[in-house]
């Protein structure tokens, strides 16, 4: 498997103070961590923005079919609407 994107480099101080580099990267970095670490990262990070995105997009798509945004919709028939989605499945 070969990664498409450059490796990002990690310079020795990401902040002034340094905290970005306590907060972004494990203890004793880069020693600590095998060397194949930063690549592994990417793909994460990634992965969990992929979710992140699907999870909105579901969450907007759920709303739009119980009527959310809809002026002619009421509250009325969106919530029997997801009532009845609920109970059918």
């Not at 793909?43 to 923005?49: E, T, V």
């Amino acid at each position: 498997l070969t990664f498409p994107l450059p490796l990002p480099v990690f310079p020795g101080n990401l902040g002034n103070s340094g905290n970005s580099q306590r907060v972004l990267l494990p203890q004793g970095f880069p020693d600590s961590v095998s060397p194949d670490y930063a690549r592994y990262q990417c793909w994460d990070s990634l992965q969990a923005l992929c979710s992140s995105l699907a999870g909105s997009l579901s969450t907007r798509a759920v709303l739009e079919a119980v009527g959310v945004g809809d002026g002619a919709a009421t509250v009325t028939g969106a919530a029997l609407t997801w009532l009845l989605r609920g109970a059918l499945g």
